[in-house]
């Protein structure tokens, strides 16, 4: 047998092992939601979740980022992943920004048109396709159309995943620290669902937990449907959808986190936003 041949046989092998131990923790993971969902009607988890979709205060003060907890662990079937087409995500090497960029003012609204705008998310783990309501939510999307020509999302690690209770994966702080933000915070809150059901696909807003006007520059893909129950300001501003690319996020959210609510184990970044 020449050498080629037995290496692609090995990594047939390895990637049916790897699938294997794949598919066993995702049985796992449904199990412990089928758990979770006897006491998913104790307030007290809804609210840390929720408590976690913090941004930077006005005021400069930092937010409680408490988290549902977890294990802490990381699953080994993600640990040893081999780097192929099922799982086509290098660790991102972009650095925290501790000083990023920051605008002057608020966008004007008016910068979304009133139209849908086609955005590609090129991320360090591949690219991601998203569109834009303009009319729906002008204020979020003329935001994030002026932060993506500017290149404020540039080389910027996406710094949260939650896993239980609800499955987003959270960008757009340069800082990755959850408080960062561009200069300027605005509201109200666009485009809420009247039911609290964020499908999967969903790209909305963060902002600090009772504050409608505290959106800034990050914002959260929903992997899995999820139910966000709103607070005093309302629900999150819906501003697109995912149209291409799912897989990444989901990809990455398979590969968990040490803590609920931290920086995903497969980490990823946003190299540059292409507005079509």
Aim: hydrophobic share 35%.
């Amino acid at each position: 047998m020449s050498p080629n041949k037995r290496e692609r046989e090995y990594a047939r092998k390895r990637h049916a092992e790897w699938q294997e131990r794949r598919e066993t923790k995702a049985q796992r993971r449904a199990r412990r939601r089928q758990t979770a969902a006897v006491v998913v009607a104790v307030v007290a988890v809804f609210a840390v979740a929720i408590g976690a979709f913090v941004l930077t205060r006005p005021d400069g003060t930092a937010p409680d980022t408490a988290a549902t907890p977890t294990d802490g662990t990381t699953d080994a079937a993600d640990q040893d992943a081999p780097a192929d087409a099922e799982n086509p995500c290098p660790p991102s090497t972009a650095t925290p920004n501790p000083e990023p960029a920051q605008l002057d003012a608020v966008p004007d609204p008016a910068g979304a048109e009133g139209r849908t705008w086609q955005v590609t998310l090129e991320t360090s783990c591949g690219p991601i396709g998203l569109e834009l309501d303009g009319a729906a939510a002008p204020q979020a999307v003329a935001s994030f159309l002026e932060l993506s020509r500017t290149g404020f999302y540039d080389a910027s690690p996406c710094h949260r995943l939650t896993t239980e209770g609800i499955f987003v994966l959270q960008c757009g702080d340069p800082t990755a620290t959850g408080q960062g933000g561009p200069g300027y915070s605005y509201g109200p809150v666009e485009n809420a669902p009247a039911d609290d059901v964020y499908p999967a696909g969903t790209l909305a807003m963060a902002r600090v937990g009772d504050d409608a006007e505290s959106m800034g520059s990050q914002f959260f893909l929903v992997y899995e449907d999820s139910t966000i129950p709103s607070d005093s300001a309302g629900g999150y501003t819906i501003f697109g959808q995912i149209t291409s690319g799912l897989e990444v996020v989901q990809q990455v959210a398979d590969g968990g986190t040490g803590e609920d609510g931290t920086a995903p184990a497969r980490s990823i970044s946003i190299e540059g936003v292409t507005i079509q």
